[in-house]
């Protein structure tokens, strides 16, 4: 092969030279196109985390019932339903711990007659500014824009020390909130909705839905006296700035077990072959209509809503009674449910019967 004459082989080098040249600009070129797509690959990988923060922040409070203490992520501009925040917010001064006073705030209250129970004149209790230790007890996410918490206050003297002896009882409050651009802000309260309980406590509390726009507080509470023991119950309904009595103490659970050292073993010979009976079964009692001589009786409040759209009470009682005097008085099995339906601002029976003695 002739050797290539030296003008032709400097062409020839400068050619493979630029070509070289080129091909490494645009491997260069194409590196900082593929690292500017995986940059931007990554970005738009991560951009949803924002959103799914996002939607997180209605959990603590999307719940039918809200519960007070659930962690919430909203924003501090947009605080969830948290007990202590909401507290705050109505009282400013008020926090949890135990130092004294902690939780003492000044409100007033409706006057109490001698038995303990509000005084309700013509018109608009007297009202009275009281000292109270206050906690809250429940929070209901009511809709979209509203909520409620509930309150129960202990009256405290001027040295501090609560009023929780036995026949003592606690104030219900309820603090009405509207959720705006500033978030939850107080709109309605009612710092003594109603008294009840006893030692210094509501009782038990828990929450319903008993309609499309509306909830129920069930509060539970009793005592003994004696050897007899009871509870009751008192059911308020609940709506945005609204908090009516729908029950007052109906009586869910008594027994007087302690009373009499015999009714324990009477009562173990009810004829356990009574409870295929009807749920509404009526129990007699003594001839006299005085209460029985034993009895046992638990029950089981639940609320809901009928098919009519119409919010009921039910109350499934077991347990067991004796009735009828001598040595050998007859004794029979409890399981009986009473129903209860909303008629006029107040749950009324339609069916069944209340066996727990009055006492």
């Given amino acids: 092969m002739p050797a290539c004459p030296p003008a032709r082989r400097l062409a020839s080098l400068a050619l493979l030279g630029a070509m070289s040249v080129l091909l490494s600009a645009c491997e ?23 959103a799914a ?33 909401l507290m705050r917010a109505v009282f400013p001064h008020w926090h949890e711990g135990n130092d004294p006073g902690a939780r003492d705030v000044e409100v007033e209250l409706p006057e109490r007659d001698d038995s303990g ?14 000292r109270i230790e206050i906690a809250p007890r429940e929070v209901i996410r009511l809709d979209d824009t509203h909520a409620v918490m ?39 309260r009612m710092d003594g ?12 509390t828990s929450v319903a839905r008993i309609g499309a726009d509306e909830f129920g507080l069930i509060v539970t509470g009793g005592g003994c006296w004696q050897g007899i023991c009871g509870t009751w119950a008192s059911v ?10 729908y029950a007052s103490t109906i009586p869910t659970d008594g027994n007087n077990l302690g009373a009499s050292g015999d009714c324990d073993a009477a009562l173990k010979a009810a004829d356990t072959a009574h409870g295929a009976a009807s749920e509404t079964d009526v129990v007699a009692t003594t001839d006299a209509g005085g209460p ?28 067991a009674q004796t009735s009828g ?24 029976l339609v069916a069944g019967h209340d066996p727990v003695p009055a006492f």
Avoid at 54 to 67: G, L
Avoid at 330 to 347: N, S
């Fill in 292 to 319: 029985p001589s034993c009895f046992d009786i638990n029950g089981k409040l639940s609320l809901a809503t009928a098919a009519d759209g119409t919010s009921e009470m039910r109350i499934h009682f077991d347990g």
């Fill in 193 to 204: 909705v109603d008294y009840l309980g006893v030692a210094g406590t509501l009782g038990d």
């Fill in 117 to 130: 129970r509000i005084r309700r004149p013509a018109g608009a209790a007297r009202t009275a500014v009281t």
């Fill in 28 to 50: 260069r070129h194409g590196a900082h196109d593929a690292g500017t797509a995986t940059a931007s690959g990554a970005a738009s990988v991560s951009a949803p985390a924002p």
């Fill in 236 to 245: 308020y309904g609940i709506k945005p700035g609204h908090v009516a009595t």
């Fill in 150 to 188: 509930l309150t129960e206050g202990v009256s405290v003297d001027d040295g501090g020390v609560r009023d929780d002896s036995y026949a003592s009882g606690a104030w219900l409050g309820a603090y009405f909130f509207r959720h705006d651009a500033a978030g939850w802000v107080l709109e309605q």
């Fill in 325 to 348: 005097s001598g040595d050998e008085p007859a004794v029979r099995a409890i399981h009986q449910t009473a129903v209860y339906r909303l008629r006029d601002g107040k749950y009324v």
């Fill in 53 to 85: 923060a996002s939607a997180t922040r209605p959990a603590s409070t999307a719940s039918d019932v809200s519960a007070a203490s659930s962690a919430s992520s909203a924003s501090a501009s947009t605080p969830g339903l948290k007990r202590a925040d």
